[in-house]
């Protein structure tokens, strides 16, 4: 059975921080995608990847997906209180799973 | 309309009740989905429509029953749910089949089960 495990389940930092949150699996998946979820909205996809080692950026949000695509990770850069929300990763395509999520709170 | 709607918003019920979920798609994808978001679990899949076909997880209880009647449009009819069945229920969809990887959510129904 394949499983996506998040970590830290929770974050809360103050505006301005950087912080790194993981997606780990001991399944290799051809892609992964990150979502944002905002309280009492569905989620939102940020980013897929797909190629090992393959790093993305969106704005200061920095996805790479490790070189097993086994691992995912996404970097945040000076945090802004808009960044607050459940970050998810998924994979597994058309029987998607998704991870537990990470649950960051920035703080003005 | 744009994106992938969901009504109600919020639901509340008895146990004997029968209501349904609504779930429509404006993107011209051709699958569509239904998650369960409990709190503190991961989302779970419950059904998958792909080209009118149904993918079922099959550890989903059969008062929860999925109808796809075009690749637009999708409902879940629940009765004689149980208080456990309280949760956030996400609709989604893609384009792609089973390579699909990119889903679009809706806003989600809350459903409280009394």
């Known amino acids: 059975t394949q499983l996506l495990e998040q970590s830290p389940q929770f974050l809360s930092i103050q505006e301005g921080e950087n912080l790194t949150v993981y997606c780990n699996s001991s399944s290799v998946f051809s892609s992964l995608q990150w979502y944002r979820q905002e309280p009492g909205e569905g989620p939102v996809l940020l980013v897929t990847v797909v190629t090992g080692g393959e790093v993305k950026k969106l704005k200061r949000l920095t996805f790479q997906f490790g070189d097993a695509r086994k691992d995912s990770s996404l970097h945040i850069t000076a945090a802004q209180p808009g960044d607050t929300g459940l970050y998810l990763c998924?994979?597994?395509?058309?029987?998607?799973?998704f991870g537990a999520g990470t649950r960051l709170f920035v703080k003005a | 309309e744009t994106g992938v709607t969901q009504t109600p918003r919020h639901l509340v019920m008895g146990m004997t009740n029968k209501k349904s979920l609504k779930c429509e798609q404006h993107?011209?994808?051709?699958?569509m989905y239904w998650y369960k978001q409990s709190a503190k679990k991961p989302l779970e899949l419950m059904f998958v429509y792909s080209l009118e076909e149904r993918v079922e997880n099959n550890s989903v209880p059969s008062r929860f029953s999925p109808e796809c009647p075009n690749s637009s449009h999708l409902f879940l009819h629940l009765h004689t749910l149980q208080p456990e069945d309280s949760a956030l229920y996400l609709c989604?969809?893609?384009?792609?089949?089973?390579?699909?990887?990119?889903?679009?959510f809706g806003p989600g129904t809350r459903l409280t089960v009394t």
């Open positions: 998924a994979g597994g395509g058309f029987k998607t799973i």
């Open positions: 989604a969809s893609s384009q792609g089949g089973q390579d699909a990887h990119e889903q679009y």
């Open positions: 993107l011209g994808h051709n699958a």
